[in-house]
C-alpha cells in the first residue's frame, strides 16, 4: 500500500468513526425522548410511518396517485412541524431527533458535489503529519511558559534594545503570528545563539495552528533530511514520502537549520532548495530556526537558497542561555 493510500485508508476510517459516534448518539437521543416523552416519540414514530405508506403507495400505482403523494407529504410536513414544537416546548432544539452529522457539506460520506469533502482531505492531511510527528516533542511547548524574565532588563544590546524588549517583541509577534494564521502566508525566520529559546517559540506556534485545524510538520533540519536522504536511496524500511509531505504541509517548521552536515553541495543542499523553492511557489510559510547569521548562511548554502531565506521575516533572539540559566535554578 502506498503512503498516501494509507492516509486516505485512516481518513475513510476516521469517517466511519464519526458516522457511528453520530448513529449512537442519535439512539441514545431517540431513547431518551421516548423514556420521558412517549407522546412527543409517537410523532416521530407516525413520521417513520409516513415514509413506509411513501412506498406502497408507488408500489400500488393506483390512478390517483398524485393527489395521494400529495395528502402524505402535508401530513408529513404537518407531523414534522408537531415534532418540532413539542420537542421545544419540552426544552430541546427542534432538530433534536434530526440525524446528526459533523460535516454538513458532505453529511460525513467524505464526498459533496461529486468530489471528496474538505473535511475527508483535512483527515488526510492530518494522518499524514502525525506519521512524521510522532517521535517530534510537539505540543510540549507554549506561549504560556515563555517567560521574558530570563533576558535582561539593564544593558542595550547593539541593536538597540535590551535583550529583555527585543524577546518582548518576538514572543509579540510569534504570538500574532500564530493568531493570525491563515493560508497563503508568509514564513518567519529565527535567528540566533543556543538557548534562547527559538525552538520554543516555533513549537508554541506549531500548537496554535495545529489547534486550528492546519496539518503543521515540525522537524530538525539534520533528521529531516537524513530521513528524506534514506527514503531517496532506497534505505528506509518505510514507503512515507516524507518530502512530499514536507512540502505540501500547511505549515513547516525547520528547526536547527544549519546544524545539518554537508550543506553546500550534494543531496541535502538540493532537498532544502526544494523545499523552500516549492513552498514559497505555492504561498505555503515555513518558520526556520537557525544558529547562524546571515554571512554564515551565505557561505553555506548555494545562492538560490540563501536569496529565499535571506527575504524572510526575520526575528533575532538575545540574551544569553536559557538553557543553561534553568539548569542553574533546578540544581539550587
Ligand atoms: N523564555 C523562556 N521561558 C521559558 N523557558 C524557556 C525560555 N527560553 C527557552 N526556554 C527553555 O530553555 C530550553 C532551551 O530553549 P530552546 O530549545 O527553545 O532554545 P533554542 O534557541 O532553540 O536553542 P538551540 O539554538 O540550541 O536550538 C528549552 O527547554 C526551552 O523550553
Ligand atoms: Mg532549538
Ligand atoms: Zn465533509
Redesign the pocket.
Known amino acids: 500500500m502506498s503512503f498516501e493510500d494509507r492516509f486516505y485508508r485512516r481518513a475513510e476510517q476516521e469517517l466511519n468513526r464519526i458516522r457511528q459516534k453520530n448513529a449512537v448518539l442519535a439512539n441514545m437521543r431517540d431513547a431518551e425522548i421516548r423514556r420521558k416523552y412517549p407522546d412527543t416519540y409517537k410523532i416521530k414514530a407516525m413520521i417513520s410511518g409516513t415514509s413506509a405508506r411513501l412506498l406502497s403507495i408507488i408500489a400500488d400505482k393506483s390512478p390517483d396517485i398524485g393527489r395521494k403523494l400529495a395528502d402524505l407529504e402535508q401530513e408529513n410536513l404537518s407531523l414534522q412541524s408537531q415534532l418540532r414544537d413539542s420537542l421545544v416546548s419540552h426544552g430541546y432544539p427542534a432538530d433534536y431527533l434530526q440525524p446528526i452529522y459533523d460535516c454538513r457539506l458532505c453529511l460525513d460520506t467524505g464526498i459533496a458535489n461529486g468530489r471528496r469533502c474538505t473535511c475527508f482531505m483535512n483527515e488526510v492531511k492530518k494522518a499524514a503529519s502525525e506519521e512524521i510527528n510522532k517521535s517530534s516533542p510537539l505540543k510540549l511547548?507554549r506561549f504560556e511558559?515563555?517567560?521574558?524574565s530570563?533576558?535582561d532588563d539593564a544593558v542595550e544590546t547593539p541593536l538597540g534594545a535590551t535583550a529583555r524588549g527585543i524577546?518582548e517583541y518576538n514572543l509579540e509577534t510569534c504570538r500574532e503570528y500564530a493568531d493570525g494564521f491563515h493560508l497563503p502566508y508568509n514564513g518567519l525566520l529565527m535567528r540566533?545563539?543556543?538557548?534562547?529559546?527559538?525552538?520554543?517559540?516555533s513549537l508554541s506556534i506549531a500548537s496554535v495552528v495545529i489547534e486550528k485545524g492546519y496539518n503543521v510538520i515540525y522537524c530538525s533540519a539534520p533528521d529531516i533530511f537524513r530521513t528524506i536522504e534514506r527514503e531517496h536511496f532506497g534505505r528506509a524500511e518505510t514507503d512515507t514520502d516524507t518530502l512530499a509531505m514536507v512540502i505540501r504541509s500547511d505549515l513547516l517548521v525547520l528547526?536547527?537549520l544549519g546544524s545539518e552536515l554537508d550543506s553546500k553541495s550534494g543531496f541535502y543542499a538540493h532537498t532544502l532548495y526544494n523545499i523552500l523553492n516549492d513552498r514559497l511557489n505555492a504561498s505555503l510559510p515555513t518558520v526556520i530556526?537557525t544558529?547562524l547569521d546571515h554571512k554564515q548562511l551565505e557561505a553555506r548554502y548555494e545562492e538560490r537558497t540563501y536569496s529565499r531565506i535571506s527575504t524572510m521575516n526575520e526575528l533575532i533572539?538575545m540574551g544569553s542561555d536559557?538553557?543553561v540559566k534553568?539548569a542553574a535554578l533546578q540544581n539550587n
Open positions: 511547548c511558559d515563555f517567560s521574558l530570563y533576558y524577546m540566533g545563539k543556543t538557548g534562547l529559546g527559538k525552538t520554543h517559540l528547526d536547527d530556526s544558529n533572539f536559557v538553557r534553568r
